[in-house]
C-alpha cells in the first residue's frame, strides 16, 4: 500500500490533533501483567511519533529505537496463549504504528489481526474502524470507506464521538466533502460540541463548497463530472444525481440552461427479427422547479401531445413517480411504430445534500510511490429547491421488449437521485 502527504490547504498530518485507536483499548482485559502494561503504556504515551506517517522524521526521538520497542512489545503480546478482541485490537494498532514509520511488512499484519477482531467480536464497532483507519492512512480509501460503513451497523455508544472523528479525516483523505460534513455534524452531536475535526478544520470544510444559481448558465462541465472504473460514473453534485453507465454508450450533455439539464444517452444498437440493427435513446432532463410549479403540470405539458398514453406503475424505488407508456404510430412506421415511455420524479432539497452521490477517490502516486501531495478541490452545492427529474425511453415497437429491460435496468440500478 502507498503511504501519502496530504494538502488540505494546510498540511493536516502535522495540523491535526494526535488521536489512536490504543486509546479505546482496555489492558485490563488483556493481561495484568506488569510487563504489559509497561509495554502498553510506553505505547500510548508515545503515540505522537507514530499515530500518522511522517513525511521527514524531525524527532528528537531515533526512529530505529521505537521500531525496535514496538517490535519488542508486539512479540511479548503475540505470546499471550489466549487471545481475546482487545489483544487482538493491540496487536493491530502495534502493526498500524510500525507500518507508519515504513516497517512496510506489518501492513498485512495490521489487517489481518484487526479481521480477527472483527470475527472475534462482529458487534464491536472498533474493528471495522480501527481497520478502516489503517486503510485510510494508506491510500486505500476504498476499502476505508467500505470499512466505516460496516462499522455504523454496530453500536458505536460511547466511541460515537472518536469514531465520527476519525470518519470525517479518512473521508477529506478520500475526496469525499460532503460525507465530512456528515460526519463532523454527528461527532458534535455524539459530543455535544465540536468534535477535535471541526475544530480544526470545521471552516475551511465548508469554504470548499460554492453555491450555484439556477437563473444562471453553466457549461456541462462546470456541473458534471466524470470518473471510469467498471463503468463510467456521472456525478451532478448542483443536480442531485449520479448515473453508470456502460463505457460503450455514446452520451451527449447539454449545458444548463433556463433552469435545466439535458443528459442524452445513447446505448448500443438492438437487432430486431429480421436482423436490422435499430438504435434507441434514453434521455434524462432536470429543471430546477420555481415557486409553485409542480411534476404532474410539468408532466402533462410533455406528453399531452400523444393520444395514446397511459399512466402506469412503472418503479417503486422512488415515491411519488408518475410514469406513462405512450404509443405512436405515426413515429417510426417502418419499424412498428412509436412504444415510449416517459417518467417524473421530484426531490426537495436533501438534509445531506451529496452525502448519497460520493465515492471515496484513490490518490495518484509519484516517484517511488511513498510520497503523493493533494489538495483538494471545490465542489458545488445543491441547486436550492424542488428538482424535476423526467426520463424518456424513446423506442420503437419493433425492439420494445429489449429496449424496455434496458431502460428499466437503468433506472433501478445505475441511477441514483438525492
Known amino acids: 500500500m502507498t503511504k501519502f502527504y496530504i494538502a488540505f490547504l494546510f498540511c493536516i498530518s502535522i495540523c491535526f490533533p494526535s488521536f489512536a485507536n490504543i486509546d479505546y483499548i482496555n489492558i485490563s482485559k488483556i493481561s495484568t501483567d506488569a510487563t504489559h502494561i509497561k509495554y502498553y503504556s510506553f505505547i500510548k504515551d508515545n503515540k505522537r511519533f507514530y499515530d500518522r506517517w511522517a513525511v521527514e522524521w524531525k524527532y528528537d526521538q531515533p526512529k530505529a529505537i521505537l521500531i525496535a520497542a514496538l517490535k519488542e512489545a508486539y512479540t511479548s503480546f503475540a505470546s499471550i496463549p489466549k487471545q481475546n478482541t482487545e489483544l487482538q485490537l493491540l496487536l493491530g494498532d502495534i502493526s498500524h504504528y510500525l507500518y507508519n514509520m515504513d516497517v512496510s511488512e ?43 460503513i460496516l462499522a455504523q451497523k454496530c453500536s458505536l455508544g460511547n466511541y460515537a464521538g472518536p469514531f465520527w472523528n476519525d470518519y470525517a479525516y479518512v473521508s477529506m483523505i478520500a475526496g469525499m466533502p460532503s460525507t465530512v460534513l456528515f460526519a463532523m455534524k454527528k461527532a458534535k452531536l455524539a459530543l455535544g460540541k465540536p468534535g477535535a475535526f471541526e475544530n480544526e478544520f470545521g471552516q475551511a470544510a465548508l469554504q470548499r463548497f460554492t453555491d450555484v444559481d439556477a437563473d444562471q448558465e453553466y457549461k456541462n462541465t462546470e456541473i458534471w463530472e466524470a470518473s471510469k472504473g467498471e463503468m463510467v460514473t456521472f456525478i451532478s453534485r448542483p443536480l442531485g444525481v449520479k448515473i453508470l453507465l456502460d463505457s460503450t454508450w455514446i452520451i451527449n450533455v447539454v449545458d444548463f440552461k433556463n433552469r435545466q439539464n439535458v443528459f442524452i444517452m445513447t446505448p448500443p444498437k438492438i437487432k430486431n427479427k429480421e436482423g ?22 410539468y408532466l402533462d405539458n410533455l406528453v399531452v401531445k400523444y393520444p395514446m398514453r397511459q399512466k402506469i406503475s412503472f418503479s417503486n424505488k422512488y415515491d411519488k413517480m408518475i410514469a406513462y407508456e405512450i404509443k405512436d404510430k405515426s413515429m417510426y412506421p417502418h419499424l412498428g411504430g412509436g412504444h415510449t415511455y416517459t417518467l417524473g420524479i421530484e426531490r426537495n432539497n436533501p438534509e445531506d445534500p451529496g452525502l448519497l452521490l460520493e465515492q471515496p477517490t484513490i490518490l495518484q502516486t509519484k516517484g517511488n510511490g511513498q510520497l503523493t501531495y493533494f489538495k483538494a478541490n471545490q465542489s458545488k452545492n445543491r441547486f436550492a429547491g424542488k428538482i424535476f427529474y423526467t426520463f424518456l425511453l424513446d423506442s420503437c415497437e419493433d425492439i420494445h421488449e429489449q429496449s424496455l429491460v434496458t431502460f428499466k435496468s437503468f433506472i433501478e440500478k445505475q441511477l441514483f437521485i438525492e
Not at 279 to 287: A, Q
Open 276 to 297: 436490422k440493427d435499430i438504435g434507441y435513446t434514453l434521455l434524462m432532463m432536470m429543471k430546477v422547479a420555481r415557486d409553485g410549479e409542480e411534476l404532474s403540470g
Open 106 to 148: 506489518s501492513f498485512d499484519l495490521a489487517v489481518k489481526n484487526y479481521d480477527l477482531a472483527i470475527k472475534s467480536s462482529p458487534n464491536d464497532v472498533r474493528g471495522h474502524w480501527f481497520l478502516g483507519y489503517h486503510y485510510g492512512l494508506s491510500n486505500g480509501a476504498v476499502k476505508a470507506i467500505d470499512q466505516f
